[in-house]
């Protein structure tokens, strides 16, 4: 009989990574690969979040922590959540993850029956079906198209709603588009959900600061503070200041729930790396110049490889308002021929063909549960960009 249980094999391991460790193999036989699939920024930390890191380690701040988070942590978090996005939270009402990551995931797995239904607009991050099937959950994927700016309306909203649906998942900006929802797109969501009292609602603002028309993108919580008492709001600092691998994320919310995922993680995961709660507190706290610079940054490369991808006959993209990633519509170039006769058929095979004949990786919209399009990363240098965008172009032209 099978060694690894149900719960494990009706997930797969995260496409990005699955693309990530081909490029890395194709480059390791020696091929030149442009890879634009990595979800993280291309910074370092910066100098004065990495010292904090260092004092902790020398002051003996060595040890376990409480479940939740040190008291300095959640401080922190309690500030920057009424500094940057009017919201009013006590310690007690939050609790420090292993990344956002961890925070989605236990949450589900704190609150989900089997059978229970997540509602999940597409395209999506593409680790929130997998959680919720990981969790004994059914996803249920909202199509948001492109005419709709990728959002989901109040309509779909409505109408993807059952007896069974226990939470909606909304990501602004979002993981791949950068789509990001106004106060007054929040508004019209929150009357539906007025609706149907037993909806929770998970917000994921893993990205509110990588927003391209400054300032923080809106929070659903201020548009319809009425939602406060079923809303998860995840967030962390790996987007934010450029902490990936320092594994630090958070859920605020209601103390019913935020005690569920207390129990939950104190015999799960345990508490979260003492030496990153001391750097993230740093990151919360201190200097946020890094932030502005970045995406001034980020800014830069979405307009030049946007104009260079609006360029190439058959791809468009529209501009992302927010996170790191050009999702780009491909369905000009479904139908069309390469040069050895294969037909692309799906994003999949526009995926495939990018990298078998110009080396360039990006990751195929199926895999976000949107076609025809693929997502480009633009964390990544403006000399690297250029090139993939070249390359592209390049492979485009051959094609029959
Ligand atoms: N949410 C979204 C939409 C993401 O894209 C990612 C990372 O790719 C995460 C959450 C995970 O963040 P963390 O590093 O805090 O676990």
Same mark, same amino acid.
């Given at each position: 009989?099978?060694?690894?249980?149900?719960?494990?094999?009706?997930?797969?391991?995260?496409?990005?990574?699955?693309?990530?460790?081909?490029?890395?193999? %194709?480059?390791?036989?020696?091929? +030149?690969?442009?890879?634009?699939?990595?979800?993280?920024? &291309?910074?370092?930390?910066?100098?004065? *979040?990495?010292?904090?890191?260092?004092?902790?380690?020398?002051?003996?701040?060595?040890?376990?922590?409480?479940?939740?988070?040190?008291?300095?942590?959640?401080?922190?978090?309690?500030?920057?959540?009424?500094?940057?996005?009017?919201?009013? $939270?006590?310690?007690?009402?939050?609790?420090?993850?292993?990344?956002?990551?961890?925070?989605?995931?236990?949450?589900?797995?704190?609150?989900?029956?089997?059978?229970?239904?997540?509602?999940?607009?597409? !395209? $999506?991050?593409?680790?929130?079906?997998?959680?919720?099937?990981?969790?004994?959950?059914? !996803?249920?994927?909202?199509?948001? !198209?492109?005419?709709?700016?990728?959002?989901?309306? +109040?309509?779909?909203?409505?109408?993807?709603?059952?007896?069974?649906?226990?939470? %909606? *998942?909304?990501?602004?900006?979002?993981? !791949?588009?950068?789509?990001?929802?106004?106060?007054?797109?929040?508004? #019209?969501?929150?009357?539906? %959900?007025?609706?149907?009292?037993?909806?929770?609602?998970?917000?994921? @603002?893993?990205?509110?600061? *990588?927003?391209?028309?400054?300032?923080?993108?809106?929070?659903?919580?201020?548009?319809?503070?009425? %939602?406060?008492?079923?809303?998860?709001?995840?967030?962390?600092?790996?987007?934010?200041?450029?902490?990936?691998?320092?594994?630090?994320?958070?859920?605020?919310?209601?103390?019913?729930?935020?005690?569920?995922?207390?129990?939950?993680?104190?015999?799960?995961?345990?508490?979260?790396?003492? *030496?990153?709660?001391?750097?993230?507190?740093?990151?919360?706290?201190? @200097?946020?110049?890094?932030?502005?610079?970045?995406?001034?940054?980020?800014?830069?490369?979405? &307009?030049?490889?946007?104009?260079?991808?609006?360029?190439?006959?058959?791809?468009?993209?529209?501009?992302?308002?927010?996170?790191?990633?050009?999702?780009?519509?491909?369905?000009?170039?479904?139908?069309?021929?390469?040069?050895?006769?294969?037909?692309?058929?799906? @994003?999949?095979?526009?995926?495939?063909?990018?990298?078998?004949?110009?080396? /360039?990786? /990006?990751? #195929?919209?199926?895999? $976000?549960?949107? +076609?025809?399009?693929?997502?480009?990363?633009?964390?990544?240098?403006?000399?690297?960009?250029?090139?993939?965008?070249?390359?592209?172009?390049?492979?485009?032209?051959?094609?029959?």
């Amino acid at each position: 009989f099978p060694r690894v249980a149900e719960r494990v094999r009706r997930i797969k391991p995260s496409p990005s990574t699955f693309a990530a460790e081909r490029a890395n193999a %194709l480059r390791r036989e020696g091929r +030149s690969i442009v890879s634009l699939v990595v979800g993280e920024p &291309d910074f370092d930390t910066p100098a004065h *979040i990495r010292q904090a890191a260092s004092r902790a380690m020398e002051v003996g701040a060595t040890r376990y922590t409480a479940l939740a988070g040190t008291f300095e942590l959640r401080q922190a978090i309690v500030a920057k959540l009424e500094r940057e996005n009017g919201l009013v $939270y006590v310690p007690d009402e939050i609790i420090v993850t292993n990344g956002a990551k961890s925070a989605i995931y236990s949450a589900l797995a704190a609150t989900l029956e089997p059978g229970d239904e997540v509602i999940i607009p597409a !395209p $999506y991050w593409v680790s929130y079906p997998d959680m919720v099937l990981a969790c004994d959950g059914l !996803p249920v994927p909202v199509a948001c !198209p492109e005419n709709q700016g990728f959002k989901l309306t +109040s309509a779909g909203l409505d109408a993807a709603i059952t007896k069974r649906t226990r939470w %909606l *998942i909304l990501n602004s900006p979002s993981n !791949p588009t950068g789509a990001t929802y106004s106060a007054a797109e929040y508004r #019209a969501l929150a009357e539906v %959900l007025a609706r149907h009292p037993s909806v929770l609602v998970m917000t994921d @603002d893993i990205y509110e600061h *990588i927003r391209f028309e400054g300032g923080t993108a809106p929070h659903l919580l201020s548009a319809a503070p009425e %939602l406060r008492d079923r809303t998860l709001a995840i967030n962390g600092v790996s987007k934010t200041y450029a902490m990936t691998g320092w594994r630090i994320g958070w859920v605020a919310g209601p103390r019913d729930l935020v005690r569920a995922l207390d129990t939950f993680l104190s015999q799960s995961a345990g508490n979260s790396c003492s *030496i990153s709660q001391a750097a993230a507190a740093a990151a919360l706290t201190q @200097d946020q110049g890094f932030v502005a610079e970045s995406v001034a940054i980020y800014r830069e490369r979405r &307009d030049a490889t946007a104009a260079g991808i609006n360029a190439i006959p058959g791809l468009s993209c529209r501009m992302p308002e927010g996170a790191f990633y050009l999702f780009v519509n491909c369905g000009g170039l479904i139908g069309r021929a390469t040069p050895d006769g294969r037909r692309l058929e799906t @994003d999949g095979d526009v995926v495939l063909y990018l990298l078998d004949s110009v080396g /360039v990786a /990006v990751v #195929a919209g199926s895999a $976000y549960g949107l +076609s025809p399009y693929f997502r480009l990363s633009i964390a990544t240098s403006h000399e690297i960009l250029a090139d993939g965008v070249a390359r592209i172009a390049r492979a485009v032209a051959d094609l029959a």
